[in-house]
């Protein structure tokens, strides 16, 4: 059974400060998905990033940024100098066979002014 | 190109009562997901669909029922409704081709108050 850990629930930060969350899966398969969604007060769920178990280049888009490391099961993601829009709840999703997603709880990120 | 639609946006059940969620997609994905997402807790998979004509169970499927008639439409049913099913609903697809599984794009939830 695969199983996506977000221990952190809630993270607060001030404006233009950088914001790393964590993500630990756990799975059987050699082939898989790692996705990160947020979800604005609004409510949709809007998709930021994907990337296979055979990739582990780390990149950069924008203000976003992942480190993927299969040695220790985890998908980081940071948001640099972040912005009071940025404030939402981060899923981090796992993808195995026929594309079925596993969540996790989610981490609220709080970006004061 | 609206993407993922969902229709209700909101609906209020009273206990028995039954009802249907209706998701559409204009991308012509193979595959559609029903999940539901309760508080504190990241969204959890009743229903999927590799194609027309097939659904399958995930990991909550217990009180609903789907059909994939057509392509482009996924359908959630709830025979009876029990306050448990309070929840916000999502749908979602995604085209999947080679065995490389695509992004799956969420509509934008239905929230369903069960009293």
């Known amino acids: 059974a695969q199983k996506v850990t977000q221990a952190q629930t809630e993270i607060s930060v001030v404006e233009k400060e950088d914001v790393t969350l964590d993500c630990v899966y756990e799975?059987?398969?050699?082939?898989?998905?790692l996705f990160w969604y947020k979800q604005p007060p609004s409510g949709e769920l809007v998709f930021l990033i994907r990337?296979?178990?055979?990739?582990?280049q780390n990149e950069i888009s924008g203000r976003y940024s992942w480190n993927f490391q299969k040695s220790t099961s985890s998908f980081n993601f940071t948001i640099t100098a972040s912005q009071v829009v940025d404030s939402a709840v981060y899923f981090c999703?796992?993808?195995?066979?026929?594309?079925?997603?596993?969540f996790g709880a989610g981490t609220q990120v709080v970006v004061t002014p | 190109n609206a993407g993922v639609t969902q229709t209700p946006k909101f609906r209020v059940l009273k206990t028995g009562q039954s009802m249907t969620l209706l998701c559409a997609q204009d991308?012509?994905?193979?595959?559609m997901y029903w999940y539901r997402q309760d508080p504190g807790m990241g969204l959890r998979l009743i229903h999927y669909?590799?194609?027309?004509?097939?659904?399958a169970k995930g990991e909550v499927p217990d009180g609903y029922n789907v059909s994939r008639l057509k392509k482009q439409n996924f359908l959630l049913g709830l025979e009876s409704a029990a306050p448990s099913q309070t929840s916000v609903y999502f749908c979602?697809?995604?085209?999947?081709?080679?065995?490389?599984?695509?992004?799956?794009?969420f509509g934008p939830g239905t929230r369903l108050l069960v009293l």
């Open positions: 979602a697809s995604s085209y999947t081709g080679t065995g490389v599984w695509e992004t799956q794009y």
């Open positions: 799975t059987r398969d050699t082939t898989y998905y």
């Open positions: 990337r296979n178990s055979f990739d582990e």
């Open positions: 999703a796992l993808s195995e066979a026929l594309g079925k997603l596993q």
């Open positions: 991308m012509n994905h193979e595959y």
């Open positions: 669909s590799v194609g027309e004509g097939t659904t």
